[in-house]
């Protein structure tokens, strides 16, 4: 059974979920929701998914959403190659890893909340910016630090290949680069940002090699 | 070997740990890092946690950050009573109600980023309760949709027993309550608040039973 992906190329949590499937090489077909012509405020997309939000894996009846759940459920069912070690305190600190990115950084200046600062807030275009400059910022020096200090053999985070830390960690620097944010104090996550790109399995995931991309 | 939380009394994210060793019956030490004077931007706090974040759970020498993570890591290592179905697709189901709080609600309108709104963008008092108000009604309400419409027969949100939803849904209810939130639209979460709170190991776990209550 081919899962669905309803998403959108720009979406960051959308492009976790396309990483983690295709580092899996789990076959998938895409669905797009236009964020940019307001599709996910559509009646018949709010029906799907009542947050209005992307994306939403639809697996044979059932209706999959919010992306940290869809993708620890990607890990449960098609466990190898596997997005988290098997030690348990080491699976705890990779997914502490994508916490700092898929809590404390994301969702504080993602599209909905820019919108409210720079709009709602009266903050303009520079205020919006300067917002997700200092939240992508503060996030970014975080994991950074936690990393940096954590012994390691490869360019990646945890370990030899990519896991749950890159799937959070690519889409936010995809997203950094889009606000013009200096990643040059990163440079730990920006090795392993291209280790990964490195790989087909995730050069086919990026933004701007989807069928929707602009 | 018992863990050690260090917390404060009226975070969210400790609480949320709180509610998990309990209701697994696991005994820990809690050590308080005061948020209210500041402690967790000292240096010796800094050095464990550089975000400046509590909670961190202590487990022999290693030091776990970020709640979701360790709320994963207490599931794995204390698997009974479970927090989260058997079922895959249920585990998923479940996973995503906690994260529409914990990546939704919760970080969007946490203490840094209403002092951000506040003060930084000069929002004050109101515009802070305002903020608050907004992320707050907004993601319990998808909360509710999702829940109300999900097959139950006991007033827990998932099951016969408090799961992972329930650990994430208590704290965002005395956040919302602290900025009066008007929770009137929400009766099955305050149905299965409740029935939470009827349970001595939640009642134990609540901010103002914690030693270091004001």
Request: hydrophobic letters at 45%; a negative charge.
């Given at each position: 059974?081919?899962?669905?992906?309803?998403?959108?190329?720009?979406?960051?949590?959308?492009?976790?979920l396309?990483?983690?499937?295709?580092?899996?090489?789990?076959?998938?077909?895409?669905?797009?929701?236009?964020?940019?012509?307001?599709?996910?405020?559509?009646?018949?997309w709010?029906?799907?998914?009542?947050?209005?939000?992307?994306?939403?894996l639809?697996?044979?009846?059932?209706?999959?959403?919010?992306?940290?759940?869809?993708?620890?459920?990607?890990?449960?069912r098609?466990?190898?190659p596997?997005?988290?070690?098997?030690?348990?305190?080491?699976r705890?600190?990779?997914?502490?890893?994508?916490a700092?990115?898929?809590?404390?950084?994301?969702?504080?200046?993602?599209?909905?909340?820019?919108?409210?600062?720079?709009?709602?807030?009266?903050?303009?275009?520079?205020?919006?910016?300067?917002?997700?400059?200092?939240?992508?910022?503060?996030?970014?020096?975080?994991?950074?630090t936690?990393?940096?200090?954590?012994?390691?053999?490869?360019?990646?985070?945890?370990?030899?290949?990519?896991?749950?830390?890159?799937?959070?960690?690519?889409?936010?620097?995809?997203?950094?680069?889009?606000?013009?944010?200096?990643?040059?104090?990163?440079?730990?996550?920006?090795?392993?940002?291209?280790?990964?790109l490195?790989?087909?399995?995730?050069?086919?995931?990026?933004?701007?090699?989807?069928?929707?991309?602009?």
């Open positions: 059974m081919k899962p669905v992906l309803y998403g959108y190329w720009r979406s960051g949590a959308a492009y976790r396309r990483i983690a499937l295709n580092l899996k090489g789990i076959e998938y077909d895409q669905v797009a929701i236009n964020l940019k012509t307001g599709e996910q405020k559509s009646d018949a709010l029906a799907m998914q009542p947050q209005g939000l992307v994306p939403v639809k697996y044979g009846d059932a209706m999959l959403m919010q992306s940290p759940a869809i993708l620890e459920w990607i890990e449960e098609w466990p190898q596997a997005l988290l070690p098997s030690d348990p305190l080491e705890c600190r990779v997914r502490a890893w994508a700092i990115i898929g809590c404390d950084t994301h969702p504080v200046q993602n599209l909905r909340i820019l919108k409210a600062v720079g709009d709602d807030l009266g903050q303009g275009p520079a205020g919006m910016k300067a917002w997700a400059h200092r939240w992508t910022r503060d996030g970014l020096a975080a994991l950074e936690l990393v940096a200090v954590h012994p390691r053999s490869t360019p990646f985070l945890h370990g030899d290949a990519p896991g749950l830390a890159e799937v959070y960690l690519l889409p936010q620097l995809v997203n950094a680069r889009r606000w013009e944010v200096d990643l040059s104090a990163f440079p730990t996550l920006m090795a392993a940002e291209a280790a990964c490195a790989l087909p399995a995730v050069q086919r995931a990026t933004p701007e090699n989807q069928p929707d991309a602009e």
